[in-house]
């Protein structure tokens, strides 16, 4: 990350380029358009961090100014100033954790980065929930596969629906396996999640693929697929589900 700033106005003579930069100076910060005021010190805080980097150096800290002396970093402001309230006095970001915990990954916060990563926010999300998601085979691929069926069927649509098959078990499998060959036989496309080797559900498993896809800006619910969809006797109807998709 370079800084940048556009300064033409005269200033004080300052130390030769390759020099640290005075510990105690003032440093002005325009980061993604929020402006800042702290001490290089400050921003030195955690050695071997990106932000630490950026000034160790006057020649890395001192180019293009404007004429407040702001340096710029092409960062998201809103979430900045809980970073520089830690460096400051250590306090804690109580808001936006997941938005802080990304911007503290990226200037390589470490002990910031440790202590978010134990917050039920950052905790849930990184060690549980993601951690059982790596378990269910081609989860990812079948979000996509999803969201491109939904897209190819909403055309001149308010609603678009896709079938999903979601078995936790090698049994729960071998119970879907007739009407997933009746549904293929009627040119019925199914997207099936699993099996896994994992303590969550399959209602677990539904609500992670309801919340990526919402995290995409997507308008989704899901429900149990209707009966009629199978043939009387295939009785595995409780695994199959339609995931609704809402337009406008």
């Not at 290089?40 to 071997?48: A, C, E, H, N, Y």
């Not at 429900?223 to 998709?245: I, L, M, N, V, W």
Request: hydrophobic residues 40%; charged residues 25%.
């Amino acid at each position: 990350m370079s800084l940048t700033s556009t300064s033409r106005s005269p200033r004080a003579p300052r130390a030769p380029p390759g020099d640290p930069p005075n510990t105690s100076a003032v440093v002005k910060l325009n980061v993604g358009g929020e402006f800042f005021t702290t001490t290089v010190s400050t921003l030195r805080k955690i050695p071997g961090s990106r932000l630490a980097a950026m000034f160790c150096t006057l020649a890395k800290a001192s180019t293009d100014e404007d004429e407040e002396g702001r340096f710029f970093i092409d960062r998201p402001g809103t979430y900045f100033g809980p970073i520089l309230d830690y460096l400051r006095s250590g306090q804690m970001p109580k808001q936006h954790i997941p938005e802080v915990y990304r911007e503290a990954q990226f200037f390589e916060i470490t002990p910031l980065v440790k202590l978010l990563e134990d917050t039920p926010q950052i905790f849930g999300e990184q060690v549980a929930r993601k951690q059982f998601l790596l378990r269910v085979p081609s989860y990812s691929e079948n979000l996509e596969l999803m969201v491109r069926l939904a897209r190819a069927e909403a055309v001149a649509a308010r609603y678009s629906n896709v079938l999903v098959c979601a078995v936790r078990t090698e049994e729960d499998a071998a119970h879907c396996a007739e009407s997933l060959r009746v549904l293929e036989a009627n040119k019925r496309l199914v997207v099936k999640f699993g099996p896994w080797k994992a303590a969550p559900v399959i209602r677990d498993l539904l609500d992670s693929v309801q919340m990526d896809i919402e995290a995409q800006g997507y308008q989704v619910a899901y429900d149990y697929c209707s009966k009629k969809t199978f043939q009387p006797k295939t009785g595995a109807h409780e695994y199959f589900y339609t995931f609704r998709f809402t337009w406008w």
